[in-house]
Structure formats: structure tokens, C-alpha cells
């Protein structure tokens, strides 16, 4: 048990709909990463969150943004969804003074069709 | 740019050791790290070892890292068949430890009794 909370735990959207996955940091967290994981392979890096404002970025289109809120808690958006978008989203939380350990949510599975 | 590579699949025989590889490429790479991954789980940090460390060795689980040739490992001690898993390798993006990470694709440990 990480103490990280991703909802929902499923999620099915249509083509070109608009997609909210939420996050709870750990306690003590105030940085949040989030990634997507497609099925057979590794995650990759979307962005991170410090302090509200966005700490870095991954190879992927403006359509993939996010918040952080006071409470450290996390919003991950996509908009304009495509197929490919279907993947495990996961959310790490660290606290930045000490990065050594990411501690990930159970992640969100998103089927889009 | 940063890549990571492990094989694919592992399988050994309870009470055996596994040992499971990793090369990467970033060589500013801060940290590197083992995670597990369970069936519809997120991420379970194992262990992590910093760059000027030639090993690691915590209870069932030693790293070995060998710096000049960009290659990591886990050795687990006495496999069980909880260690049943997907492992993935990862390395901190960047010489600066800020918790983003870069994956492998994953090496699936298979422990048959």
C-alpha cells in the first residue's frame, strides 16, 4: 500500500471525447508524476507537477495537460481522444527533496473504442 | 536520447536464483531502479541503487551495476512464486534526480513450482 489513490479504476470513452483521471498523493508528497503505460510495454513519462506548476514534460501533444491542486492532489486531462490512447495511466508521488523514491497509485485503465 | 533495454521473459524454478538484465544508456543517469509489477497492479518499488554504487544488496534482492558498460541487474535470491511478476528497469531522465523516470518494456519472471 503506496498511500497513492488513482479513480476511477476503469474508464471507457469514445473516440474524441474528453477523459479526467484523478490522483491522491501520499502524504507529505508535493510532487506528482504521471505516465501511461500501453499494454506489453513500459511506462512512459507524460509530465510532472511541484507546486502547481508544471516541472517538466515527455514526448507527448498539448492535448495531454494537468493539474496540481493545494492539497498536492492531481488531474490528468486528455482531450480529443484516440484509440491509442488505451493504456494504464499511472500517477507516482515523491517527495522532491528526497526524488529517490516514486511511489505509484494502482494506475487507471482506460479502453477507448 | 535516454533508452533502457531488458529481455523479455525469465523463467526459473522455485528455490532458484533469477537474475534479470538491464542496459541503458543515459550515462548521467543519477539513480536506477527495480520495480514490480503485478497482474492489474501499479508499480512496487524494490530497490534502487545510486550511480557511484557497485552494488546493493537488500534481504533476497542484490544490484549489481557496472557503470563502464551501462548495465544493471537483479538478483533474486531463493525464488518464489510470489516473485511472479513483470520487472522493470528504470533511469532518472537527466543528470539531475527529479523523480522522472525512464522504463524498459519489461521482463516477465515466470517461477514454476
Known amino acids: 500500500e503506496t498511500g497513492v489513490t488513482q479513480s476511477p479504476t476503469h474508464l471507457i470513452k469514445t473516440r474524441g471525447q474528453q477523459v479526467t483521471l484523478r490522483c491522491s498523493s501520499q502524504s507529505g508528497h508535493n510532487t506528482v508524476s504521471w505516465y501511461q503505460q500501453a499494454l506489453g510495454q513500459g511506462p512512459q513519462f507524460i509530465f510532472q507537477y511541484y507546486r502547481e506548476e508544471e516541472n517538466g514534460r515527455g514526448n507527448f501533444p498539448p492535448r495531454f495537460s494537468g493539474l496540481q491542486f493545494p492539497n498536492y492532489s492531481s488531474e490528468l486531462n486528455v482531450n480529443a481522444l484516440e484509440l491509442d490512447d488505451s493504456a494504464l495511466y499511472l500517477c507516482?508521488?515523491?517527495?522532491?527533496?528526497?526524488?529517490?523514491?516514486?511511489?505509484f497509485g494502482q494506475g487507471t485503465r482506460l479502453t477507448v473504442v | 536520447g535516454e533508452d533502457v533495454e531488458q529481455s523479455l521473459f525469465l523463467s526459473v524454478r522455485e528455490g532458484d536464483s533469477s537474475v534479470i538484465n538491464c542496459t541503458y544508456t543515459?550515462?548521467?543517469?543519477?539513480?536506477l531502479y527495480w520495480y514490480k509489477q503485478e497482474p492489474g497492479a501499479g508499480l512496487q518499488l524494490l530497490t534502487y541503487?545510486?550511480?557511484?554504487?557497485d552494488m546493493k544488496q537488500d534481504q533476497r534482492l542484490t544490484v549489481l551495476l557496472n557503470k563502464k558498460d551501462k548495465h544493471l541487474s537483479l538478483r533474486i535470491a531463493d525464488t518464489q512464486t510470489g516473485d511472479s511478476a513483470i520487472y522493470f528497469c528504470a533511469e532518472t531522465l537527466g543528470s539531475s534526480n527529479t523523480g522522472k523516470l525512464i522504463f524498459g518494456q519489461g521482463t516477465t519472471l515466470q517461477v514454476k513450482p
Open positions: 541503487i545510486f550511480s557511484n554504487m
Open positions: 543515459d550515462s548521467s543517469s543519477t539513480y
Open positions: 507516482a508521488s515523491s517527495p522532491l527533496e528526497r526524488n529517490t523514491e516514486a511511489f
